[in-house]
């Protein structure tokens, strides 16, 4: 493979621009409905926001109380984050007097069963969906299905890849391609610890998260605990952890690896998983199966190798048939002090963290150096503001900050050079701001979060309920009557397109499971 400075060259004598600037992006941003009190919210899924199964733009993930806002694929950040915003606005305007709660760390919840499992009506597909929340319920519980994150869908310009498959005398093929792909993820896997760092938001939780379990966090008041050089709680042992899992080590090798071990994972039964069974005394289903994982995205990983399937086809056999196609980034909080949770410089910095991750060198990774990049994401999102923090560097302990440092310093001439295609100075500014936090923790959103809960005397949930409010103000702007009507008429689609799904002629449920299982 050619030279990170290999690429930079090869780049900037490109005779066609689009190798850097045609970077496709879409964002999936999760945030709970709560009330005024900053109480989970009881209500269904808001009719006028159309069918949470079928809406393309706006779902709800785990909870029927928690919605999901998916954008469709732009060319630029600064679309995405108009459309994001649009897309809160409009959902403000059905809500009531309920809010969106801007934090990743759940709000006040009253015990397992406040936390309403998603519906998504009486199709076939739908009570998959449903079902497979049930099972969820039953292995981890329903509080920790309730954390809320940003995930980050990202693929490579066409060009980039041909020029890059050039430069090593071959073609971009599906192989080409895939290897291109998989050299980004285990990159992300060494040094995605910098963006927990710099973007880590959820370094305090309510006390009613916990609700008995044990922990080594602090007390802030009689309602918040907190982690006083805690990056990202979310990203923690207290968040999607499984231990049923903790022996799939996968760190992205070769593609098939991947289908393999989670292809396994698909058909292991776990003795815990059969005690439960697959559906209770009464006949109601409790899981989809009683095997390691229900379905592949059962599987908790902070970046997955994706491709858009065929129809009826399964994750696991789209990439088999095609390869990769884009990659999903899943270790992103959700920024509370930002109205819709994340914005255009943020989405600036790991585009070109990413695609620095795509240029540079990335041999495999064998199983001592997958264990090591488990524990440095463990440090940076416990003790990342940590002064004097040391990671498990290449060739022994190193300090984080100047580690990080020196990343970014290999960055900055690839910011310059996308800045120069898109005739902009905005990316390596967005870069100049991460320095900043480097030479300063207190500028992180994480130490941001605990100052402000410091100088408001507020607990997490008194912090975060006043930025739901404020943020409410901000997106209450009423949209153009031509928006408001496209949306409304997003709605009604997708609430006459469950219908006809409920109304078509279909097999059992349990025939349908039984097929989708066996695929």
Same mark, same amino acid.
């Given at each position: 493979m050619a030279s990170y400075n290999a690429h930079l060259e090869a780049l900037s004598s490109a005779r066609n621009p689009a190798a850097l600037v045609r970077l496709q992006r879409g964002i999936e941003k999760e945030g709970l409905r709560c009330d005024a009190e900053g109480v989970i919210a009881q209500t269904p899924h808001p009719k006028g926001l159309g069918s949470a199964l079928t809406h393309p733009s706006i779902t709800t993930d785990y909870s029927e109380?928690?919605?999901?806002?998916?954008?469709?694929?732009? *060319?630029?950040? @600064?679309?995405?984050?108009?459309y994001l915003e649009v897309a809160h606005r409009f959902?403000?305007?059905?809500? *009531?007097?309920? +809010?969106?709660?801007?934090?990743?760390? =759940?709000?006040?919840?009253h015990g397992e069963l406040s936390v309403p499992i998603a519906e998504y009506g009486t199709s076939n597909i739908g009570k998959?969906?449903? %079902?497979?929340?049930? $099972?969820?319920?039953?292995?981890?519980g329903r509080i920790m299905q309730c954390i809320s $994150?940003?995930?980050?869908?990202?693929?490579?310009?066409?060009?980039?890849?041909?020029? +890059?498959?050039?430069?090593? $005398?071959?073609?971009?093929?599906?192989?080409?391609?895939?290897?291109?792909y998989l050299g980004l993820i285990r990159n992300f896997r060494r040094y995605g610890w910098l963006l927990i760092y710099l973007f880590g938001s959820s370094p305090a939780v309510c006390?009613?998260?916990? &609700?008995g379990r044990e922990h080594s966090l602090d007390e802030f008041d009689e309602h918040t605990l907190y982690g006083p050089y805690a990056t990202s709680l979310r990203m923690s042992g207290l968040g999607y952890q499984s231990n049923a899992q903790a022996g799939l080590r996968i760190c992205h090798n070769t593609l098939d690896n991947y289908i393999a071990t989670l292809g396994r994972a698909l058909r292991i039964p776990v003795p815990e998983y059969e005690a439960i069974g697959v559906r209770d005394e009464s006949g109601e289903y409790n899981q989809l199966s009683t095997n390691l994982l229900q379905i592949e995205n059962e599987y908790y990983s902070s970046i997955r190798p994706k491709r858009v399937g065929l129809s009826g086809e399964k994750p696991l056999q789209s990439l088999a048939r095609a390869g990769i196609e884009y990659i999903e980034i899943r270790?992103?909080?959700?920024?509370?002090?930002? =109205?819709?949770?994340?914005? %255009?410089?943020?989405?600036?910095?790991?585009?070109?963290?990413?695609?620095?991750?795509?240029?540079?060198?990335s041999p495999l990774i064998d199983d001592e150096e997958c &264990?090591?990049?488990?524990?440095?994401?463990?440090? %940076? %999102?416990? !003790?990342?503001?940590?002064? $004097?923090?040391?990671? !498990? *560097?290449?060739?022994g302990p190193v300090n984080m900050i100047a580690w990080a440092r020196s990343l970014l310093d290999q960055m900055r001439p690839l910011a310059q050079l996308m800045d120069k295609e898109m005739h902009s100075g905005a990316t390596e500014a967005s870069l100049n701001q991460q320095w900043l936090k480097l030479a300063d923790s207190s500028l992180t959103p994480s130490a941001q979060v605990l100052r402000r809960m410091r100088e408001t005397g507020k607990g997490f949930v008194g912090?975060? @309920?006043?930025?739901?409010?404020?943020?409410?103000?901000?997106?209450?702007?009423p949209l153009s009557e031509s928006a408001r009507r496209h949306w409304r008429e997003k709605a009604e689609k997708s609430l006459n397109e469950q219908t006809l799904l409920e109304t078509e002629v279909t097999v059992p449920f349990a025939e349908y499971l039984a097929a989708y299982v066996s695929r």
């Open positions: 109380s928690l919605l999901e806002f998916i954008t469709p694929v732009f *060319g630029s950040a @600064l679309e995405a984050q108009a959902t403000y305007s059905q809500l *009531g007097s309920e +809010l969106i709660w801007p934090s990743s760390m =759940p709000c006040i919840l998959l969906k449903h %079902v497979y929340r049930h $099972g969820l319920w039953h292995r981890y $994150g940003i995930h980050y869908n990202i693929s490579l310009p066409q060009e980039l890849l041909e020029l +890059l498959a050039n430069q090593q $005398g071959t073609t971009a093929n599906m192989e080409f391609v895939t290897d291109t006390k009613t998260f916990l &609700d270790s992103t909080d959700v920024n509370p002090f930002l =109205p819709t949770g994340m914005n %255009v410089e943020q989405m600036l910095f790991m585009d070109l963290f990413l695609l620095w991750c795509a240029l540079i060198p &264990d090591q990049t488990i524990r440095n994401q463990s440090l %940076v %999102v416990n !003790e990342g503001r940590r002064p $004097g923090l040391m990671l !498990e *560097g290449e060739n912090l975060t @309920l006043d930025l739901a409010r404020q943020h409410r103000r901000t997106l209450s702007d």
